[in-house]
């Protein structure tokens, strides 16, 4: 889209010869005669550069420029005069000013100190962009699921097909938009987003198309929509599933016809605009229920990803949890940290109901609160949420001098018998292991919980199950996963053998 160039001289025939030379080389122009004509301009429609004379009536250009600046000193203003000097050029450079002309002005220098301003605007934006995201969106896992949707992403990412990402709050589906956006042919054009739950109902039209000067109470001044300004770009529409259905027409409206028109307004402007859509809602039940559109559903799933839970793919929680950690120690000031077997083992138990978000939340916590260098299990067992998601009880505690001591007893069990007496657990404590990879540690530490569980039920598996919140049947594969045998099953073999 050309960009839109205001130009401010009280001389008409330099506003013209002005306007003829920046049409020639494609640029969309808007004129002022004054400085105060500038300043209504800029403040109703959208403008992207400025190329304004110092010496007028009434307001002069400096005083022009300083207001401006007042209100958008993003916006690039060159300053031209007749009668330019030293001090005047530093003045206006003071004020924000981005370049300096003499009239009168060579048609070369003028596009060259207009395309350069406008260079050094988007790249501003999109350093100031990169800042707010940086770290935040690398997509981490190895498990087969993740594989699943690192395939898909190298499929569609080169086409112009539109997405629908779905799956439950925080499993990441902005971070697969994104990919998306960064692995496609629009990858040098914005990305823009927009949480449609988030927007009222009555503003959402305006977030997408924008408005117009006065298009309702609070419109003080003209607003590009969402569409606009990802032109030639991607749209990211998070939780389309709660987009209200008379909102849901127009969408598909633009979607059909790539064109649109601001609140208020009667212009028709065309965009050219990838949406990529993600919902925590099934959508299919909700056109049942006759809250969400069938024609827009086929309209915005040509392709669906798939999120999963961060439950469904455990395998790929020590990456997770290293790679947070880290994080979250150089943010806050904290020294690294490291996770014990035992506190991986107990954080690899836990459900996770929130996701990768709560998983996050979780690290920088244990980050925040441990002294370190090695967060025990204890201490993540304390900092775990209580009641929900699948707490196990906290392993063996470390002893000042590395040695485990007896393991704390459990509730007892709602059953006549008495519990049986606890066994001292070996002496296992945490040392590094270099020549253990971080899966193996996280191996480690199950087979021990799993150990001790069974030395203090006696080998009933049920119970153990019970204590460690696993399903009978699941329990008995991590068992045989971890190469783990009761007490009875040890005897036998030995027996057979002796036998």
Not at 113 to 122: F, G, M, V
Not at 199 to 217: D, N, Q, Y
Not at 390 to 410: E, H, L, N, Y
């Amino acid at each position: 889209m050309p960009a839109t160039v205001l130009i401010v001289d009280d001389e008409k025939n330099i506003l013209l010869t002005l306007q003829t030379s920046l049409r020639l080389a494609g640029y969309h122009t808007e004129l002022a005669a004054s400085g105060q004509v500038a300043l209504d301009v800029v403040s109703a429609r959208p403008v992207d550069a400025v190329l304004m004379d110092v010496k007028m009536p009434d307001m002069d250009g400096l005083t022009a420029l300083a207001r401006m600046m007042e209100h958008k000193p993003e916006l690039p203003v060159i300053m031209m005069s007749g009668h330019g000097t030293i001090d005047t050029a530093v003045k206006a450079t003071q004020l924000g000013a981005r370049d300096f002309l003499e009239k009168p002005i060579a048609r070369d220098r003028l596009l060259v100190a207009l395309r350069n301003a406008l260079k050094h605007q988007a790249v501003m934006e999109e350093l100031q962009a990169l800042r707010a995201e940086v770290g935040r969106y690398d997509m981490v896992g190895s498990s087969p699921a993740m594989q699943r949707i690192f395939s898909l992403i190298q499929r569609t990412a080169p086409s112009e097909g539109r997405v629908l990402i779905t799956g439950e709050n925080g499993t990441g589906k902005e971070l697969i938009a994104r990919a998306l956006h960064q692995n496609s042919k629009r990858k040098s054009g914005p990305f823009v987003k927009l949480n449609c739950a988030a927007v009222p109902h009555e503003l959402i039209e305006s977030e997408l198309f924008g408005h117009e000067k006065g298009a309702f109470t609070g419109a003080m001044s003209v607003r590009r929509g969402k569409f606009e300004l990802a032109h030639e770009g991607t749209l990211f529409l998070d939780e389309i599933g709660d987009m209200p259905q008379a909102m849901q027409a127009k969408l598909l409206r633009v979607l059909q016809e790539g064109e649109l028109e601001r609140v208020g307004g009667a212009e028709t402007i065309k965009v050219d605009v990838r949406v990529i859509a993600a919902t925590n809602k099934n959508l299919e039940k909700e056109i049942e229920a006759t809250r969400f559109r069938e024609d827009l559903y086929y309209r915005i799933n040509v392709v669906q990803i798939h999120s999963p839970p961060l439950r469904e793919r455990r395998e790929d929680l020590p990456a997770l949890i290293d790679a947070f950690l880290k994080e979250a120690c150089a943010r806050n000031g904290r020294r690294p940290l490291s996770l014990s077997p035992e506190a991986l083992g107990v954080m690899a138990a836990y459900d996770y109901p929130g996701n990768v978000r709560e998983l996050r939340n979780l690290v920088e916590r244990l980050a925040i609160l441990c002294e370190g260098p090695v967060v025990s299990g204890p201490e993540a067992a304390e900092l775990l949420p209580r009641g929900k998601g699948g707490t196990v009880p906290p392993p063996a505690p470390v002893d000042a001098a590395g040695a485990s001591v007896s393991m704390p007893r459990p509730p007892a069990p709602l059953t006549p018998a008495a519990p049986a007496p606890v066994a001292p657990a070996p002496a296992s404590g945490f040392r590094p292991r270099v020549d253990r990879t971080f899966r193996e540690q996280v191996e480690d530490a199950e087979r021990e919980i799993i150990h001790h569980t069974l030395v203090h039920t006696q080998d009933n598996v049920t119970e153990a199950a019970r204590l460690l919140d696993l399903e009978r049947g699941h329990f008995y594969k991590k068992m045989k996963a971890l190469g783990i045998r009761r007490g009875a099953e040890k005897d036998s073999a030995s027996g057979g053998s002796e036998g």
